[in-house]
């Protein structure tokens, strides 16, 4: 199986959430119950270093994943109940890193019903190798999530 360390980030109108995301055995990602919340003032080192916290914390191969707490962590950390809640005014990307290649991408936020319900890829992708100054990785998270809508 192949490894890479994913997060997924959301923009909110005051804050980012940054959250660790491991992926299934089988292929597929899992949001975990590790979650850092920041303001979006936050310079790029600092946002560039909690990345690569969550970076690191991401696992590959996994079997099982108690999925109601790290629903209850969101929840806590964001103070918004419901996936409505969440998804209003937000903006959502997620960051791979796989052999020191980093690939960052974009989404378009449909909502929570109809045939364009939830977070979808956009075509664009920010793509970047591992950076000689680490606050190129904020940099170009916030370009990304410029790019989402």
């Given at each position: 199986m192949k490894h890479f360390d994913r997060v997924g980030i959301y923009e909110y109108p005051d804050k980012y959430v940054i959250v660790t995301i491991n992926t299934w055995e089988?292929?597929?990602g899992?949001?975990?119950?590790?979650i850092s919340v920041t303001s979006k003032d936050i310079d790029n080192l600092e946002l560039s270093e909690l990345i690569l916290k969550h970076l690191a914390l991401s696992k590959s191969?996994?079997?099982?994943?108690d999925r109601e707490k790290a629903k209850k962590e969101?929840?806590?950390v964001t103070g918004l109940k419901t996936l409505k809640a969440q998804m209003t005014n937000s903006k959502y990307i997620s960051v791979n890193r796989n052999n020191?290649?980093?690939s960052i991408g974009p989404t378009v936020n449909g909502g929570t019903s109809?045939?364009?319900k939830g977070y979808h890829f956009t075509k664009e992708k920010i793509e970047f190798n591992e950076p000689e100054k680490i606050?190129?990785?904020g940099i170009n998270v916030k370009k990304g999530l410029e790019l989402s809508k």
């Open positions: 089988q292929g597929g899992m949001q975990t119950d590790q191969g996994v079997n099982y994943f969101l929840i806590k020191g290649i980093y109809g045939p364009k606050t190129e990785i």
